[in-house]
């Protein structure tokens, strides 16, 4: 869907059921900074559920990670006004929803310096611009 995407080297998914632990499936880097796309995978669909980043370019030039980086904002990152891996689970039993594929990029990294808000927010722009929404999982932009 995002052939932006394609220059980051560094990358991968992994699927969530709502009985795994997110924290051990989730395959994203723990010193990384970059974008994730979350796709809903119910009734044999396929749909863009959710967009977002974690890494945030300081002024120096430099980027400031999270703790634990892209891995430690899938899972323990604020959604629905609980850490993910606690409300995703819920969400997925509420939309009948039988899994979640994760993608993630990293975006700003040695090869590339793509700050991660840019290309959430270009990510976010082509899904506005094909669909005249977000996201059913992003709330606002």
Request: charged share 25%; glycine share 8%; aromatic share 14%.
């Amino acid at each position: 869907m995002f052939d932006e995407l394609n220059k980051y080297k560094i990358n991968d998914h992994f699927f969530f059921s709502g009985d795994d632990q997110l924290e051990h499936v989730c395959s994203a880097p723990k010193n990384g900074a970059g974008v994730y796309t979350v796709f809903s995978l119910a009734g044999g669909r396929i749909k863009l559920v959710y967009i977002g980043s974690s890494g945030k370019l300081k002024n120096d030039g430099s980027i400031k990670i999270r703790n634990d980086g892209l891995y430690d904002q899938i899972v323990n990152g604020k959604q629905f006004d609980e850490r993910r891996k606690n409300s995703w689970p819920i969400r997925m039993r509420a939309e009948n929803i039988e899994a979640l594929d994760v993608y993630w990029y990293e975006t700003f990294n040695k090869q590339t310096k793509d700050i991660p808000a840019f290309v959430e927010s270009l990510l976010i722009q082509i899904h506005f611009e094909q669909f005249g929404r977000l996201p059913q999982w992003n709330i606002e932009y």
